[in-house]
Nanobody, 122 residues
């Protein structure tokens, strides 16, 4: 079992930056691919970014590529999402997720955090 706890959300003006963190419990973190998803009001949850277990492979949604960076620190059992040049359309609840295996993908995540609100004002 893996438990995920997000932190770092908040309110920021357009053009600003935020960094989300996701602390994971359990011994399998270093062998699990991790991802970030988001869900805006009235919309379905969507993929944002993912990273392989070793950190060597990353994927991004087209809407965030070049602005967001996913990274991980396996010694701290933590994955991060650095968000720069934020736009009002980035406003959403952001969820951390873990896969059962090491390969980064855009779906098939088994474990989910409770979410962190990110609000970008114009």
């Amino acid at each position: 079992q893996v438990q995920l706890v997000e932190s770092g959300g908040g309110l920021v003006q357009a053009g600003g930056s935020l960094r989300l963190s996701c602390a994971a419990s359990g011994r399998t973190f270093s062998s699990s691919a991790m991802g970030w998803f988001r869900q805006a009001p009235g919309k379905e949850r969507e993929f944002v970014a993912s990273i392989s277990a070793g950190g060597g492979t990353t994927y991004y949604a087209a809407s965030v590529k070049g602005r967001f960076t996913i990274s991980r620190d396996n010694a701290k059992n933590t994955v991060y999402l650095q968000m720069n040049s934020l736009k009002p359309e980035d406003t959403a609840v952001y969820y951390c997720a873990a896969r059962a295996g090491p390969l980064a993908t855009t779906d098939s995540f088994r474990y989910w955090g409770q979410g962190a609100q990110v609000t970008v004002s114009s």
